[in-house]
Structures are given as structure tokens and as C-alpha cells.
């Protein structure tokens, strides 16, 4: 194999920080392939949960219980007629969702699945993460704008608005927890995304539960400043449907209209992920200060393996309980197969668990721990898709000034007030 | 405390692939975007575009920020202006009623004194270009594709953390001096937007 594409195994550096553009490339194509396949399941699983929350079935037809749902989406998207208002402003109108899927994708770069599982590390990684999901707004904004129609144009101010104010406390939230990575010999932080995680590592504890309350207070404003970013239940005024037919894309359709979907779902994995990685541990497993045995290590690492067993398990389950009826056949193989594949998966998994138990430096080992990592995070992002959900199908939608006054009055001095008290904390403990 | 966790980047850690690559066609793509950008803002008839023009330059500017090995900088560029500001801009251009304002003559008649300015600013330039030399001491080292990549790597990811201690020591009463400005700013605009306090 050729040089640039050897030289990289065996590093524990990221391909961005070890200079090697065939891996960083490829760690590319990997992470907007596996966002987009996200994606497409949030889709499925908004669409179902929302459905149960609402004691209905949801989608059924397209496949069993509705699991090919998506891609029939997708086609019909791509199909449809492509329509540009005759008094849009033609050129924004097709550059705008292309603003906001650039920005979404962007900040891709810098998320670090695993300590060397990350295109890149920079050390402005949180700014720019920061910084690049607030251009992604100015897509919507613009889109609202080039409508150049009512209903869009206000969508689009509420979101402009509501946009600069949660930045400000979301960025205050993300400070304190900088401030909380400087507690070392060193006394200097970072805003690299792996050196925060490195910090809670190195100190033993995620940064949710350090100087509690302190840092639990920190995520819960970031919890709720990063739902107004991204317009969602119940902060989604920008796309209001009662008052706004659909707000900013209310004149989009066909594939413009799902690039805007497309950024919003890959911007909430990307917010999801500066939660995760600042205060939720990023990518270590539970307990990997207290439960720290080899044998706890062995046992984590089935994890992965178990989880896709377990979904196996209910597909296997769905095949049997399906109707016996003859129209429902294919779909019966069709499931029967999935639930083989998942189950093959989980055999590999397991297999390789047991194989790389060993600490050392052999590339089950190795490529076992990176599985973990990514497991992980991962399942970390999962559990925030859905309290997406669980919000959307929980609560009523803000009235805007409600939601200014939140912003401003309430999250704004709570997120100070945490902020000078973990920069006192930290130097009376240190 | 384990050192060798903590120290986010060592600065062994760096491997070749670190000295920057294709800097002359990176540095004339971005000042070419600046540059067109900065040219559509004041061309440009309508606001929002020229809003758009603007976020434009704003970011190549980011770039070349970047390829001055300022990171920090780099993202403030990105967080406040490209991100905060502009929208704020966009906001204000979408709240007032553009129409009559396209209609407006768009050169008015102090270009004479623009004019002046410009020459002078250009001319300030020039002789930077030319005498920089001299005007300014030679300590920064020269940055080049085939320079020693550990001095990079030294930049590169000391920036922030040699910018912080900066700020909170030498330059911090420039700092807070500054942070007043951005305060009288503040307050100005509450007193002319309320009515009353």
C-alpha cells in the first residue's frame, strides 16, 4: 500500500493533527455518510415517537412498521418540481439552503468522536464550532428574506432575533466550563474539543457534576439555548406553523426544502455534540475513573455488541409477529434479513471485544477501543435526538416575547452568575 | 495529575503534514475574495446583497487570519462579526424599507473627501510595503512551506493560551480601557432607545 495511506496506522493523533489528507479525507466522506444515514433514522424515529406520544401508529405502509419510510421521503423529495417564486430574489433563494448545509456540516470537522477518532483538532475547536453553527442561521434568515413573501420575512426576523439572544447565554454556559478545564498544575485551559475532554478525563469527573450545582446549571442553560438555536419545539417561532404556515421555507419544496431539513437535523447532532463533549464526558464510558478494572473495561466493551444484539432481537421479534397474511411476505423476508445483518453485526462486535480484551497494542485492541469511543459518543447523541423528540412532543410552543424574556431576563444572568461562581470555586479549590 | 493526559498538544505531536501548503494560491484566492467582496458591498444596489458581499469579505478575511497563524482571532472574526453582527445588519436592513433606499443616489457628493481618504490609506500601504523593513523589526520569523514545522506547531496552539495570559497580564488595563469603550457604547444606545429609565 502506498506510503500516505500506512503512515497513518498506529498513530493516536487525529489525520488533521498528523498531516495526513488521505485519512482526514476519508474520515470525511465517513462522517457526512454516517450524518446523513442519521439523518434519514431521526426522520423515521421522530415521525414514529411522535406518533406513539400521540397514541397513533405513524408510518406503516413503506416496509414493516414504516422503516423504509424514509428513503420513500427521499425519492419523493428529489422528484418533485422545484419551484422558485417569480418575485423571489433568485440567486439567495438558491444559495440559502446551501449556506445553512455548509455551516451544519462544517463544524463536523472538529467533533471528536474518540481521541483520535476526529477529522481535525484545532485549539479554537469550541469557538469555532460556536461560531460556525451561528452562520448557519443567516441561511434561514437569508432564505426568509428571498421568499420575498410575508410569512417567510417575519419567520425569518423571529429567527434572527431569537438566534443573537440564546448565543449569548449559550456562550456564557460553554465559558464556565472552560474555566473548569484550567484546573491543572498548569492553570491554563483549552478550547480544543479533545483537550476539554482530556481535562474531564484527566480530572476525574464529568464537568456536569463538578462544583455542583455549578456545572449542572451550565448544561441546563446550554440545553436549553441550543434548542432555540436550532429552532426547534417548543422554541421553533421561526417555522411556526399555526401563525406561520411553515415559516422561513414556507415557499421552498422539492430538494431545496429537505437541504433545509437536512441542516436543521445535522445541526442538532452537531449541538448535541458540543453537549455531549463539554460536560457529558465526550467519549469516555461511564464510570472510567471508578469502575476502572480491566475486567469493567471487558465488560464495556460489550456494550456495543449487546445493543445490536439487542435490536436483532426486536426484529426478529417483528418478523415473527408479522401478520401471516401472503401480502406481507416480502416485507417479512425483507425483515428477516435486516434482523440477520444486525445480528451478524453483533457477532462481529462481540468477537472483537473478546479478541482485543487484552490491553496492548494489537490492532483488535486498538480497533476496539476506537469502536467504544465512537459507541459512546454516539449513544450520547442518540439520547439527546430523542429528548428532541420528547420536548417537540411534551410542550406547547413559546410566545415570542415569552421567549425573549427567557433569553434575555432569566437564562442571560443566571449563566453570569454561574460563570463568576465557578471562577470563584476555582481559585479558592486550586 | 498526570501530565502527559493534560498537555492537549504536545508540540511533538505535530507531524509534517503541519507546514502549510499552497500559500501563495490560498493567500491570492482569499484577497481576491476580500477584495470583490469589499467592491460588491458599496456596487451593489441592493442592502441585502451588499450585506451578503460583506459576510463574504468578512470570511476570507477570516482565512487570511488564519494563514497568519491567528486562530483566535480567526474564530472571534467568525463568532462576532461573520456570525453576530451581520445578522444583526440583516436585521435592521430587513426592518427598514429598502425600496426607497434603492432608489437613492448611491454616490453622493462627498466622494471628493472619499476619495482622499482612500488615496491616503492606499498610499499609508504602499510605503508599509515598501519600507516594512524598516518600520517594523524583523522578530517574526519567516513562515514558508518548507519551514520548521515544530515552530508552527509551537504557534499554532500557543496562541490562545499565550493571548490569555497576556490579556489578564501585561495589556489589561488596554483590555479593560476598551471593554469602557464598548460600555459608553452601550449605554448610549439604551439612552437614546428608551424613552425613559
Redesign the interface.
Known amino acids: 500500500m502506498p506510503n500516505f495511506i500506512t503512515s497513518y496506522f498506529g498513530s493516536t ?1 487525529t489525520p488533521g ?5 488521505f485519512w482526514a479525507l476519508v474520515y470525511v466522506f465517513v462522517i457526512f455518510t454516517g450524518v446523513s444515514v442519521a439523518v434519514m433514522a431521526m426522520n423515521w424515529l421522530e415521525r414514529k415517537a411522535l406518533a406513539h406520544f400521540q397514541i397513533r401508529l405513524g408510518p406503516m405502509r413503506v416496509g414493516p412498521h414504516g422503516l423504509l419510510q424514509p428513503i420513500a421521503d427521499a425519492i419523493k423529495l428529489a422528484l418533485k418540481e422545484d419551484i422558485i417564486p417569480a418575485e423571489a ?1 433568485q440567486f ?1 433563494f438558491w444559495v440559502a439552503p446551501l449556506i445553512g448545509l455548509l455551516a451544519a456540516f462544517t463544524v463536523y470537522t472538529v467533533i471528536p468522536f474518540g481521541p483520535s477518532e476526529a477529522v481535525s ?4 475547536g469550541i ?2 464550532m ?3 453553527s ?2 448557519g ?2 441561511g434561514i ?2 432564505a426568509g ?1 428571498a421568499s420575498n413573501s410575508h410569512y417567510p ?1 417575519i419567520g ?2 423571529r429567527s ?2 431569537q ?2 439572544s440564546y ?1 449569548v447565554a449559550m ?1 456564557l454556559a460553554v465559558v464556565s466550563a472552560v474555566l473548569m478545564t484550567s484546573m ?3 492553570g ?1 485551559g ?3 474539543m ?2 476539554i475532554v ?2 474531564q ?2 480530572q476525574g469527573i464529568w464537568f456536569i457534576f463538578k462544583f455542583f450545582p455549578l456545572g449542572f446549571i451550565a448544561f441546563a442553560i446550554f440545553a436549553i439555548a441550543m434548542i432555540a438555536e436550532t429552532n426547534r419545539a417548543p422554541f421553533d417561532m421561526a417555522e411556526a406553523e399555526s401563525e406561520l404556515t411553515a415559516g422561513y421555507h414556507t415557499e421552498y419544496s422539492g430538494l431545496r426544502w429537505s437541504l433545509f431539513m437536512l441542516a436543521e437535523y445535522a445541526a442538532m447532532i452537531a449541538v448535541s455534540s458540543i453537549a455531549i463533549t463539554v460536560w457529558l464526558g465526550g467519549w469516555m464510558r461511564p464510570f472510567p475513573n471508578l469502575l476502572r478494572a480491566p475486567a469493567w473495561d471487558f465488560i464495556f466493551s460489550l456494550f456495543p455488541g449487546l445493543t445490536f444484539a439487542g435490536l436483532a432481537a426486536i426484529a426478529a421479534i417483528g418478523t415473527v409477529r408479522m401478520p401471516s397474511h401472503s401480502f406481507f411476505k416480502i416485507q417479512r423476508i425483507g425483515l428477516a434479513g435486516f434482523a440477520a445483518v444486525l445480528g451478524l453485526i453483533s457477532f462481529l462486535l462481540l468477537v472483537l471485544a473478546v479478541a482485543g480484551r487484552s490491553p496492548d497494542a494489537s490492532v483488535a485492541a486498538r480497533f476496539n477501543a476506537a469502536i467504544g469511543y465512537v459507541y459512546w459518543f454516539v449513544l450520547k447523541i442518540a439520547v439527546f435526538m430523542y429528548l428532541f423528540i420528547w420536548y417537540r412532543a411534551t410542550w406547547p410552543r413559546y410566545r415570542f416575547d415569552q421567549l425573549m424574556r427567557v433569553g434575555w431576563k432569566v437564562l442571560l444572568p443566571i449563566s453570569l452568575a454561574v460563570l463568576i461562581l465557578t471562577a470563584i470555586v476555582g481559585v479558592l479549590v486550586s | 495529575m498526570n501530565p502527559v493526559i493534560h498537555s492537549v498538544a504536545p508540540m511533538t505531536m505535530m507531524g509534517p503534514g503541519m507546514a502549510p501548503v499552497a500559500t501563495p494560491f490560498f493567500f491570492y484566492m482569499l484577497a481576491g475574495l476580500a477584495i470583490a467582496g469589499g467592491v460588491l458591498v458599496i456596487v451593489l444596489r441592493n442592502a441585502v446583497h451588499s450585506a451578503l458581499s460583506l459576510i463574504v469579505t468578512l470570511l476570507a478575511v477570516t482565512g487570511l487570519y488564519l494563514m497568519l497563524y491567528a486562530p483566535f482571532v480567526a474564530a472571534v472574526q467568525i463568532f462576532v462579526y461573520a456570525g453576530g453582527i451581520m445578522l444583526l445588519f440583516l436585521f435592521v436592513i430587513m426592518l427598514v424599507n429598502i425600496d426607497r433606499a434603492a432608489k437613492d443616489r448611491r454616490f453622493n457628493r462627498i466622494w471628493p473627501i472619499g476619495l482622499a481618504a482612500g488615496c491616503g490609506l492606499f498610499a499609508l500601504f504602499v510605503s508599509a510595503f515598501v519600507k516594512g523593513r524598516a518600520l517594523f523589526p524583523d522578530r517574526m520569523m519567516a513562515m514558508s512551506e518548507s519551514s520548521n514545522t515544530q515552530q508552527i506547531a509551537d504557534l499554532l496552539y500557543g496562541n490562545v493560551d499565550r493571548m490569555g495570559q497576556y490579556r489578564m497580564g501585561p495589556y489589561t488595563f488596554a483590555f479593560e480601557i476598551a471593554s469602557l469603550l464598548l460600555l459608553v457604547a452601550i449605554l448610549g444606545a439604551v439612552i437614546m432607545t428608551k424613552k425613559k429609565i
Open positions: 493523533l493533527a498528523a498531516g495526513n489528507q430574489d439567495i483538532d484545532m485549539n479554537i469557538l469555532f460556536l461560531g460556525v451561528s452562520i442561521v443567516l434568515v437569508v428574506w420575512l425569518a426576523l434572527s432575533a438566534m443573537v448565543e456562550g491543572n498544575e498548569k491554563t483549552t478550547l480544543s479533545i483537550g482530556q481535562a478525563q484527566q
